[in-house]
């Protein structure tokens, strides 16, 4: 019996959302795509996932603003939350962390640490 591991990728760029999503999915997540911010928060009321990956550059609200909106919804305190930028700059961490994502993973993505970093926030969640 295989345990379901939903993860929210939040990312506007389809190239990206795609190449994510294939490899999120070979390594047994269920992925659960959004385009943009509003739609990710819609995703999440639906069916709160183990983990967020929210790209920070969005179209219309960003994901700083859709992280802060993530942890003011129930249950979105205890969902892990990792940024995913282009920006590799001390201030985009701290603000990463400014308004409470857990880990801030800079692009282009280390695929591998995309994985260990969601496995290491979501050990002994429940599914």
């Known amino acids: 019996m295989t345990e379901e591991r939903p993860v929210l990728l939040v990312e506007d760029n389809e190239m990206n959302r795609d190449m994510l999503s294939r490899w999120l999915k070979r390594r047994g997540w269920t992925v659960i795509l959004a385009p943009d911010a509003e739609t990710a928060l819609a995703r ?24 802060r909106e993530v942890r003011r919804r129930p249950g979105g305190g ?3 939350v990792v940024a995913l930028t282009a920006y590799a700059l001390n201030e985009f961490e701290e603000e990463a962390e400014a308004v409470g994502c857990d880990a801030f993973l800079t692009k282009p993505l280390d ?4 994985t260990a970093t969601l496995q290491r926030l979501t050990a002994g969640s429940a599914a």
């Open 78 to 80: 205890g969902v892990p």
């Open 111 to 114: 695929l591998d640490a995309v």
């Open 44 to 67: 999440f009321d639906e069916m709160t996932p183990r983990a967020v990956l929210m790209d920070v550059d969005l179209p219309g609200m960003n994901g700083w603003q859709a992280t």
